[in-house]
């Protein structure tokens, strides 16, 4: 498999994991009781980025591995063939 093959698998699964992880922890403002005046009442109190980037690239990588191994597997490309 080419090496362009595995980042754009990477890629695809980075994003996949990154919409799974965004809603996690997340207290929008009403929960918090404090509003900013003009914004949505749901909007996070505080986002925090950082974190959810590092989850996000710490679940990817196993499962982009899982993926690759059962690809490149010999009994499921004998199943698809």
């Known amino acids: 498999m080419q090496i362009a093959t595995f ?7 980075w994003w996949m994991c990154l919409f799974l992880v965004l809603p996690f922890g997340v207290r929008n403002q009403a929960d918090e009781g404090v ?10 109190s505080r986002f ?9 690239t710490g679940l990817s990588v196993p ?4 993926l ?12 698809w063939s």
Do not use: N
Request: neutral net charge; charged residues 10%.
């Open 35 to 44: 509003y900013t005046q003009g914004t949505d009442p749901g909007a996070p």
């Open 63 to 66: 499962l982009t591995a899982l």
């Open 48 to 56: 925090r980025f950082w974190p959810k980037l590092l989850w996000t």
């Open 7 to 13: 980042f754009a698998i990477y890629f695809v699964v």
């Open 68 to 79: 690759m191994w059962l690809l490149s597997s010999e009994w499921l490309i004998q199943y």
